[in-house]
T-cell receptor, first 114, second 113 residues
Framework: EPEVTQTPSHQVTQMGQEVILRCVPISNHLYFYWYRQILGQKVEFLVSFYNNEISEKSEIFDDQFSVERPDGSNFTLKIRSTKLEDSAMYFC????????????FGDGTRLSIL | GNSVTQMEGPVTLSEEAFLTINCTYTATGYPSLFWYVQYPGEGLQLLLKATKADDKGSNKGFEATYRKETTSFHLEKGSVQVSDSAVYFCALSPPGGYQKVTFGTGTKLQVIP
């Protein structure tokens, strides 16, 4: 079964540094998403992306964050000037369409900010 | 706005016991409802879904029925196994839109032999 793949599985970064989390969605999917899960808390929506633009974003997704689909396969989340509170598990997801098609999630990238 | 409330965990059961994890939701219209499972050290996997009232989603012995009248989507399994130990998330996505999924807080299930 096709999978969403995320790299790296664990990223350790110094506070203030930039980090890029990478995702390869399922190949025929058109809608892409990022979520995060701070340890012990619920999974929170960050952003959705379709047709090379952001379609919806949450309050968490401020100017520190950006997303990009640099080529036909990758979908990236960039966090500029990381803060301690950015430490979390970041999940990428994709779906085939927006109407009743479930999102498929990757295994996540654990981001640790020191 | 949309929200999902699920029972607090952890839930500890003996192998072959009956499982119920309660989930209720608040949403406008008819959202799609999901249960996701997160095994230790892994990502979120879709367990089952239901897209309209009275639909029953089922997978791997787990079932949940979309109850519009009670705005509920309780997860059940007749006989749990040790391998079912995981965190279970109830979730919804709104009708139309771009499927921003709203998750519950998760319920940790531990099954002991």
């Amino acid at each position: 079964e096709p999978e969403v793949t995320q790299t790296p599985s664990h990223q350790v970064t110094q506070m203030g540094q930039e980090v890029i989390l990478r995702c390869v969605p399922i190949s025929n999917h058109l809608y892409f998403y990022w979520y995060r899960q701070i340890l012990g808390q619920k999974v929170e929506f960050l952003v959705s992306f379709y047709n090379n633009e952001i379609s919806e974003k949450s309050e968490i997704f401020d100017d520190q964050f950006s997303v990009e689909r640099p080529d036909g396969s990758n979908f990236t989340l960039k966090i500029r000037s990381t803060k301690l509170e950015d430490s979390a598990m970041y999940f990428c997801a994709s779906s085939a369409d927006r109407d009743n098609q479930p999102q498929h999630f990757g295994d996540g990238t654990r981001l640790s900010i020191l | 706005g949309n929200s999902v409330t699920q029972m607090e965990g952890p839930v500890t059961l003996s192998e072959e016991a009956f499982l119920t994890i309660n989930c209720t939701y608040t949403a406008t219209g008819y959202p799609s409802l999901f249960w996701y499972v997160q095994y230790p050290g892994e990502g979120l996997q879709l367990l089952l879904k239901a897209t309209k009232a009275d639909d029953k989603g089922s997978n791997k012995g787990f079932e949940a029925t979309y109850r519009k009248e009670t705005t509920s989507f309780h997860l059940e399994k007749g006989s749990v196994q040790v391998s079912d130990s995981a965190v279970y998330f109830c979730a919804l996505s709104p009708p139309g839109g771009y499927q921003k999924v709203t998750f519950g807080t998760g319920t940790k299930l531990q099954v002991i032999p």
